[in-house]
């Protein structure tokens, strides 16, 4: 189905405007900015949208707590797609406001945490604030008079008027944050190099529980991708286990999988098989589908040679 009007999280200028930017059939719709990611998702299920695409993993500060927990508990959404984006942050402030001027810094939390070490060494004892989004902060400092300042990508400056003082304000290289597209529709077809997100709720809290479950990958020698627990907010000590791992729903082995979970271990909630991005990725598919190929031309050789 044709994507006619897809949420992000707001407003212009963030690094997700950004990521949905670089989808070209996404460019073509309308696209609406909310100001939380709750309220983006919630927005998918309620129908006034298409699709959302939200941040949902960064290299440094790892998950984005408020996209899993409202996928989790909150909406019955599946990702569609996923998209990695390179994050360069920058210091900016409004013209005339120097590095020595700055008496408060304003971005979004994991923002601020990923430039911890240039805001202790340069600017340890101003106060950080936390806004909705970096470019929520930019648009901030660009309102206010006071010597603000902000942490935010490149465009926010370019769009909100603000000057930028110093430049890849973060702390290690290679930052990168993965970014998805959610919504209600189907699940894309498998590409041959394909990611699954699952979510399982122990039924009781017993030794080796989370042991069974990942028993039931290695025995079909699933590879997994990520492991993560979270609270499931009924009480101190009660977690779930979200799981990613490669391999799609259509695959016989991932499906017989999450049925053998299903009945016997733990209620799953399925968020989604969708394609692993990058060059990387492309490469891996073709190298399946050669490898595919080879396997099919060898079963059928030795299928010809059965009696008749």
């Not at 991932?254 to 990387?280: N, W």
């Amino acid at each position: 189905m044709k994507t006619t009007r897809v949420g992000f999280l707001g407003p212009v200028g963030t690094f997700t405007h950004e990521a949905l930017r670089s989808q070209t059939d996404l460019v073509a719709a309308e696209s609406v900015a909310y100001p939380t990611i709750g309220e983006a998702l919630t927005a998918v299920t309620d129908g006034h949208i298409d699709v959302a695409v939200v941040p949902l993993e960064n290299a440094i500060e790892g998950t984005v707590s408020a996209t899993m927990d409202s996928l989790i508990f909150d909406n019955d959404l599946l990702i569609e797609r996923e998209m990695v984006l390179p994050i360069q942050l920058h210091l900016m402030a409004r013209p005339g406001v120097g590095l020595g001027d700055i008496t408060e810094v304003w971005s979004y939390s994991h923002a601020l945490a990923q430039c911890r070490s240039f805001l202790q060494t340069n600017l340890a004892a101003v106060p950080t604030k936390i806004s909705a989004s970096t470019a929520d902060a930019a648009r901030l400092v660009s309102e206010l008079t006071t010597t603000a300042a902000a942490v935010a990508p490149a465009v926010a400056a370019e769009i909100y008027g603000l000057n930028i003082i110093a430049t890849d304000v973060e702390d290690h290289d290679g930052n990168a944050t993965r970014f998805v597209v959610v919504g209600t529709g189907s699940v894309p077809a498998p590409t041959g190099h394909d990611r699954t997100t699952i979510v399982c709720f122990q039924d009781a809290d017993r030794p080796g529980s989370l042991y069974g479950i990942l028993g039931r990958f290695a025995a079909r020698d699933i590879n997994l991708t990520k492991l993560e627990s979270r609270p499931t907010k009924r009480g101190l000590g009660e977690y779930c286990f979200v799981i990613e791992f490669e391999g799609h729903i259509a695959d016989d082995v991932i499906a017989d999988c999450l049925t053998d979970l299903q009945a016997h271990l733990t209620r799953v909630k399925f968020l989604g098989s969708y394609p692993v991005t990058g060059e990387e990725a492309a490469t891996k598919r073709e190298d399946v589908s050669v490898a595919r190929a080879a396997a099919d031309e060898w079963m059928q050789m030795l299928r010809s040679r059965i009696t008749k």
